[in-house]
């Protein structure tokens, strides 16, 4: 493990053991939840902002993980700049947390971002202050403007949120994760531990997943694969893998078979 | 002139409530409780400022808090 052993993820100015990010969200309940993210050995877990019930008696799962892990809340669900801008300022006041992973969707079906709302929105936020983590789609153009903007990561989609289809533009991310100097966590659509490797096999700093694990018929079974799935590919990348070839090139020694 | 205010969403009669404090009382949302914020009209009104902040007919009120999210 002799590249593993120092190999922390740094974000603006925090430092984590561990390159996994995982939500909250999905869970059949919430002690399946906090035992799933213990399994995945994640350091940050991203929450929603919504609206509190005004019936009074809703579970609340943020006392469970406050304290143990760095809360993400993000902007998820919102389809303005506005509202996320809002949103932001409501989770900041929250959650006293300046960090945000920003969403803003642009299209209920594919929940692609908005890019327009969502370079408006990074914009403001950067400039009050946030530390910006963005939702973004695997567009280098548009992953380089968020990057210029001054968020502290960006974070393109494999594919699309929930769909489990995994990374369909390696070419990009790859591309992405070349031109661009914050870290680049591939976000969305990551569907199983071999995903996640691919992921960061192509170099990027980091996977944030949510649906795969929390909907998988066993969450805790599938955290850990995740993990190793992303400590496998990271270390991979990090070692080298040898060149893809057209032919084959035994691997025992050519000298001294039988019969020769 | 509105009568009414709404709260996450809920038109109520504006006469509930004239601060937020009021308003939480009105609702039994404990005001020391963690992890709760608050925006009036899309401000944020910070947790020192909730006793004095007025609610005026025809404002919107956001209650929010951390939920499970991804």
Known sequence: ?260 | MSTTISVNGVEKLAATASTIADLLAAESVDPDARFLAIAINGAVIPRSKWDGAEINPGDAVELVSPAPGG
């Not at chain 1, 947390?97 to 327009?116: A, C, H, Q």
């Open chain 1, 1 to 260: 493990m002799s590249n593993a052993k120092q190999d922390i993820l740094t974000i603006a100015d925090k430092n984590f053991s561990s390159r996994l990010l995982i939500g909250s969200a999905g869970y059949p309940n919430n002690q399946l939840m906090l035992d799933s993210v213990a399994a995945s050995g994640a350091k940050i877990v991203t929450v929603a902002i919504r609206r509190i019930s005004l019936q009074g008696g809703a579970e609340t799962m943020i006392d469970l993980l406050a304290g143990d892990y760095h809360i993400l809340p993000n902007t998820a669900g919102c389809f303005t700049a506005r509202d996320a801008i809002l949103t932001a300022q409501l989770a900041r006041e929250a959650l006293e947390t300046n960090w945000i992973k920003l969403e803003v969707i642009g299209d209920r079906e594919t929940l692609y971002p908005d890019s327009e709302h969502l370079l408006e929105a990074a914009e403001e936020l950067v400039g009050d202050g946030f530390i910006v983590m963005a939702y973004s789609t695997d567009d280098p153009i548009l992953c380089r403007k968020l990057a210029d903007l001054g968020c502290a990561a960006v974070m393109p989609l494999g594919s699309p949120i929930g769909s489990g289809m995994g990374v369909l533009n390696p070419y990009n991310i790859e591309i992405i994760r070349a031109q661009l100097r914050v870290p680049v966590i591939v976000d969305a659509g990551i569907g199983t531990a071999s995903d996640a490797a691919l992921a960061m096999e192509l170099g990027c700093d980091g996977v944030l997943l949510a649906s795969a694990v929390a909907k998988a018929r066993d969450p805790i079974g599938m955290a850990t694969a995740m993990r190793y799935g992303v400590e496998g590919g990271r270390l991979a990348h990090l070692s080298g893998r040898i060149p893809r070839k057209r032919h084959a090139e035994a691997s025992s020694p050519q000298r001294g078979i039988i019969g020769t």
